[in-house]
């Protein structure tokens, strides 16, 4: 015996309580003796010994109530209690083991069989007491952990913030946690009203995985706000990580910005599985595949930037979701896959229960919900709030230039990769009487910039656009001729001056194209849904007193504001 | 073994087999398998009884891209059932692994 420990004997009979004493001390352990149940109960509450031989039948209180009390009394430590008994040895077993009783020992006492017994129980005894302290020791790690994720959370939400994801034309389904199944969601309007949207997941769990969101959440909200375009953006993020993740982390992501005012929809996806974009009025659904390897492991010069631009019209909607979702097992190990996806997406009728009907099939899948899949519904949504986030400024009003002109132009292999539009507007909301309309500038400005590069510089017909083909037809020329550009360019004219009470600001944008006939596309209506020559006709809209030369290759617009009394 | 690696007679070649799920299990055979081989050496990852592949496997293939000389490394993966095909097309690592 390698331990001595403390053995209750509740034995009314002296004679055998003195045999069975003597049989145990012999085995090296100490002693406590009771002549009945109750004083077995009051010994045990008071000595805590680690076992307990117990006579089945005694007066005051029987052996069962007493192992009924004394197991109560001992909680979660298992105190072994042996049944000492002369009764019939089944009957006798089956109402011990009832009370919590752990073994039987039958009269007369064999001492090598007790000492067996005991050294059984102890082991036994030890094994839950191992067991114990383990899962004592686990919750702890597991509050530990709980509470550092609680706190890296509300520091990430601090960082990342919800951005524009409770705005009514988006819903979604996250765990509260899911930032720490690598999953990230992120939305923010552009200065011009346009929405960026962007669903991720980094490979793995846990903290490493948490760690990449925060860096991408801010290159996304901060360049979002500042007006960049997905392209510089996903450069951006993608540079990012790949110099702070390991090379074995990588992130799948899907980025998109849905202009309503467009009738567009740009989408990067990179490693994500399909989304759907569903267009409302023929029920037609396209599959927004990945093209891309996921961000983070490409360098600079290998990252593919290039987008796809499907139409998209108010009222469409889009859905994106995590891995998560196909890669529910249910019975058999079997998949819930794409095909199930898209019969409840067939299945849909009413657009606004898609998430909830997806997870209730995830549910009647696998036979329970799982809190690791991330999805999002965005609708195309019509007026999309123009109102930019006021940027602080913490200069007094006296720095506001009111009177100065400036010339860009921008040539061949600067218009294939740069977007001056951030910088343009950066300059012009330095103008104090400007930034109330910064969304309108910036809107009007990026349509007569994107107008003079693609149909002026690049010669793209807008006529092209009719119908949702021809659509990915035009950006694809657009992408091919803009790939081969060598010559021509874009010129953009910044005139701000003083005029009595407040100020005003002229932009001109010329272009080394073909130029277009005027008067026939301005006698054309405003038609607000029809999906080519978004440009001219928004343009038009935002900023009524627009302009263009005959020949079309030069436009004017005017904004004026009256200072603040 | 769940993972063997096997060397071919003139110590040009290096081929790892993986059997059943590759997964982050097998990280550390994975590991083993190539670590010790000069980054010049030809790379074979046979699939053939490779079940499923997840996201901690393609980290796997990208550090053993990284281990024979990142982006002049050639790296075959060979006999992809269609699931794991699946797989490497949405993630298209078929962009940096030559994937059959």
Redesign the interface.
């Known amino acids: 015996m390698n331990t001595s420990l403390t053995v209750l004997i509740a034995e009314d009979s002296s004679a055998d309580r003195l045999l069975l004493s003597s049989i145990v001390q012999l085995q090296g352990h100490n002693v406590l003796l009771a002549a009945n149940g109750a004083e077995a109960v009051a010994l045990f509450a008071r000595e805590r010994p680690q076992l307990v031989l117990m006579d089945a039948v005694m007066p005051v209180m029987d052996g069962f109530e007493a192992a009924r009390q004394i197991k109560a009394l001992a909680g979660e430590v298992l105190v072994p209690i042996i049944f000492l008994t002369s009764l019939n040895q089944a009957d006798a077993l089956a109402r011990s083991l009832e009370v919590g009783g752990d073994d039987v020992l039958s009269k007369p006492y064999n001492p090598m069989l007790l000492a067996a017994k005991i050294t059984v129980m102890d082991r036994m005894r030890r094994l839950q007491e191992t067991v114990l302290q383990q899962r004592d020791q686990i919750a702890r790690h597991n509050d530990y952990l709980l509470n550092e994720q609680r706190v890296a959370k509300a520091v990430f939400d601090r960082v990342a913030h919800a951005g524009c994801l409770s705005a009514p034309n988006i819903s979604y389904l996250q765990s509260p946690y899911a930032l720490f199944n690598g999953d990230l969601l992120l939305a923010a309007y552009t200065p011009t009203g346009d929405t960026h949207l962007l669903l991720a997941d980094f490979t793995g769990h846990g903290l490493p995985a948490a760690i990449g969101a925060m860096p991408l959440a801010e290159v996304f909200y901060s360049m979002t706000a500042k007006g960049y375009g997905l392209a510089e953006m996903l450069r951006e993020m993608n540079a990012k990580l790949q110099g702070i993740l390991p090379v074995d982390m990588f992130c799948c992501a899907t980025v998109l910005c849905v202009s309503a005012q467009r009738r567009s929809v740009e989408v990067w996806n990179g490693g994500m599985p399909d989304g759907y974009l569903q267009a409302r009025a023929t029920g037609q659904r396209r599959a927004l595949t990945s093209q891309h390897l996921p961000l983070g492991i490409l360098r600079a010069e290998a990252f593919d930037h290039s987008t796809r631009v499907w139409p998209m019209l108010p009222g469409d909607q889009l859905f994106l979701l995590t891995d998560g979702v196909i890669d529910t097992s249910g019975p058999d190990e079997q998949l819930f896959g794409v095909e199930r996806l898209q019969q409840v997406l067939d299945a849909n009728r009413q657009p606004h229960m898609l998430i909830a009907e997806v997870e209730q099939a995830l549910h009647d899948f696998q036979g329970h919900s799982r809190d690791d899949v991330s999805m999002v519904q965005i609708t195309s949504q019509l007026p999309q709030p123009l109102d930019v986030p006021v940027m602080p400024y913490s200069d007094s009003d006296q720095c506001s230039p009111l009177d100065w002109s400036a010339s860009f132009e921008f040539r061949g292999a600067t218009l294939q990769r740069f977007n001056p539009l951030p910088y343009l507007l950066q300059l012009l909301m330095e103008v104090h009487g400007l930034r109330a309309r910064g969304a309108v500038i910036h809107a009007v400005l990026s349509e007569l910039y994107s107008n003079a590069l693609e149909h002026g510089v690049l010669g793209l017909d807008s006529r092209l656009k009719r119908d949702a083909r021809g659509f990915a037809r035009y950006y694809q020329l657009r992408n091919e001729r803009l790939a081969a550009l060598r010559s021509g360019f874009v010129r953009v004219r910044v005139q701000v001056e003083p005029v009595p009470r407040g100020g005003r600001l002229l932009l001109q944008v010329d272009d080394s194209g073909e130029g277009f006939d005027v008067a026939t596309v301005l006698s054309r209506p405003l038609d607000l849904n029809r999906l080519s020559g978004r440009g001219v006709s928004l343009v038009r809209q935002l900023c009524p007193a627009a302009q263009w030369s005959a020949d079309g290759r030069s436009a004017t617009v005017e904004f004026s504001w009256e200072a603040l009394a | 073994m769940a993972v063997t690696s096997e060397i071919s007679a003139d110590g040009r070649k290096l081929t790892i087999a993986i059997k059943g799920r590759f997964d982050f299990a097998k990280h550390q055979q994975f590991r083993e398998a190539y670590e010790k081989l000069d980054s010049d050496t030809e790379c074979v990852v046979d699939l053939k009884e490779a079940t499923y592949v997840d996201?901690?496997a393609?980290?796997?293939l990208?550090?053993l891209r990284?281990h024979a000389g990142g982006?002049n490394a050639e790296i075959r993966v060979i006999n992809s059932n269609p699931d794991v095909l699946k797989i490497f097309?949405?993630?298209?690592?078929d962009?940096?692994f030559d994937i059959t």
Not at chain 2, 89 to 93: A, E, K
Request: glycine share 6%; aromatic share 6%.
């Open positions: 996201s901690s393609l980290g796997m990208l550090l990284d982006d097309n949405i993630s298209n690592f962009k940096l």
